[in-house]
């Protein structure tokens, strides 16, 4: 992971652990308490959320959030707890590893037979032929 003392800093002075950073959700009201988000191979890639209370859009299936921001009320302490114990993040409510529901053979995270591998979603795009096609049909000439 790229290190980036500037922008780190304070979280480090907070105790929070590295591999994971603090963002406060982008809500109205404002959001007072920060969560934890677990990084990837980067400090601005944010993962997955250390609790639920980090997916804040879109029924709790995303997130949109002021990263890096720590809120007037902290830390949250479930996020705290786990990122000290250095746990993954966690999926959003309803979410399970599930297989492609249309091979069966990939495993990906989605709601339970929802999810969608990416060459079955390719393969039911229309190619440009059918575009063509279609574009034709909506607009004779
Ligand atoms: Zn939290
Ligand atoms: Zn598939």
């Given at each position: 992971?790229?290190?980036?003392?500037?922008?780190?800093?304070?979280?480090?002075?907070?105790?929070?652990?590295?591999?994971?950073?603090?963002?406060?959700?982008?809500d109205?009201?404002?959001?007072?308490?920060?969560?934890?988000?677990k990084?990837?191979?980067?400090?601005?890639?944010?993962?997955?959320?250390?609790?639920?209370?980090?997916?804040?859009?879109?029924?709790?299936?995303?997130?949109?959030?002021?990263?890096?921001?720590?809120?007037?009320?902290?830390?949250?302490?479930?996020?705290?707890?786990r990122a000290?114990?250095?746990?993954?993040?966690?999926?959003?409510?309803?979410?399970?590893?599930?297989?492609?529901?249309?091979?069966?053979?990939?495993?990906?995270?989605?709601?339970?037979?929802e999810?969608?591998?990416?060459?079955?979603?390719?393969?039911?795009r229309?190619?440009?032929?059918?575009?063509?096609?279609?574009?034709?049909?909506?607009?004779?000439?």
């Amino acid at each position: 992971m790229k290190s980036h003392p500037l922008a780190v800093e304070k979280e480090q002075i907070l105790g929070i652990p590295v591999g994971y950073r603090p963002g406060l959700g982008r809500d109205c009201p404002p959001a007072k308490r920060s969560h934890l988000y677990k990084l990837g191979e980067d400090i601005m890639d944010f993962g997955d959320p250390m609790c639920r209370y980090g997916w804040n859009r879109d029924g709790r299936e995303s997130y949109s959030i002021w990263r890096g921001n720590i809120g007037r009320l902290g830390i949250c302490k479930i996020c705290m707890r786990r990122a000290l114990a250095g746990l993954d993040g966690v999926l959003p409510e309803g979410y399970v590893e599930t297989p492609c529901s249309k091979c069966g053979q990939l495993t990906l995270l989605a709601k339970e037979g929802e999810g969608i591998c990416d060459s079955c979603f390719c393969a039911e795009r229309p190619n440009a032929e059918e575009i063509a096609q279609l574009l034709q049909e909506a607009n004779p000439v």
